[in-house]
T-cell receptor
Framework: NAGVMQNPRHLVRRRGQEARLRCSPMKGHSHVYWYRQLPEEGLKFMVYLQKENIIDESGMPKERFSAEFPKEGPSILRIQQVVRGDSAAYFCASSLRTGEDTEAFFGQGTRLTVV | TQLLEQSPQFLSIQEGENLTVYCNSS?????LQWYRQEPGEGPVLLVT?????EVKKLKRLTFQFGDARKDSSLHITAAQPGDTGLYLC??????????FGKGTRLSVIA
């Protein structure tokens, strides 16, 4: 049973380009979470999706950022017109269910560098 | 949103030493999770504590949940270079997403 798969592992974009980050959750998991991590920082919640629905996007900037989790295929975090401040590691996590003692399984992350 | 304060922020110790890191909040936790993140990787769950006063052991790691469920500690005995990493505490309320502290970055020098 493969873990959470994220690709690409590293992504370099010039200012103004679009970045697409993909996340395939663990088999059977329908809950997906995206987090952003800056150097020397913890993980900041961005968005929570459950198959075709955005449940909570309170941590995601209103401009330029969007996320989806279609019925078929991976979850996508899309950043339009990237700026240098978007450079960070973006982690996806999935879980089988929700609840206070639920384990979230994380991918290896996508490291975005904006030049 | 519950804020989690972790201390110390950085810790550098020699192999074989013992250490304790802390996770505190002004609010009561319903449950608390500890994760370890190695360089270049995603976080991996170490333990979940739920009951006030609970103590859980994972080999050389001992996790304690405060009686009032406002704080937690992680104690590592005889640290090894393989323990190097970022230790994160996290909590959630009901079905909300996990909220993380900023972590303690541990470096164990051989």
């Amino acid at each position: 049973n493969a873990g959470v798969m994220q690709n690409p592992r590293h992504l370099v974009r010039r200012r103004g380009q679009e970045a697409r980050l993909r996340c395939s959750p663990m088999k059977g998991h329908s809950h997906v979470y995206w987090y952003r991590q800056l150097p020397e920082e913890g993980l900041k919640f961005m968005v929570y999706l459950q198959k075709e629905n955005i449940i909570d996007e309170s941590g995601m900037p209103k401009e330029r950022f969007s996320a989806e989790f279609p019925k078929e295929g991976p979850s996508i975090l899309r950043i339009q017109q990237v700026v240098r401040g978007d450079s960070a590691a973006y982690f996806c996590a999935s879980s089988l269910r929700t609840g206070e003692d639920t384990e979230a399984f994380f991918g290896q992350g996508t490291r975005l560098t904006v030049v | 949103t519950q804020l989690l304060e972790q201390s110390p922020q950085f810790l550098s110790i020699q192999e074989g030493e013992n250490l304790t890191v802390y996770c505190n909040s002004s609010s009561v936790f319903s449950s608390l999770q500890w994760y370890r993140q190695e360089p270049g990787e995603g976080p991996v769950l170490l333990v979940t504590v739920v009951t006030g006063g609970e103590v859980k052991k994972l080999k050389r790691l001992t996790f304690q949940f405060g009686d009032a469920r406002k704080d937690s500690s992680l104690h590592i005995t005889a640290a090894q270079p393989g323990d190097t990493g970022l230790y994160l505490c996290a909590t959630r309320s009901g079905n909300t997403p996990l909220v993380f502290g900023k972590g303690t970055r541990l470096s164990v020098i051989a």
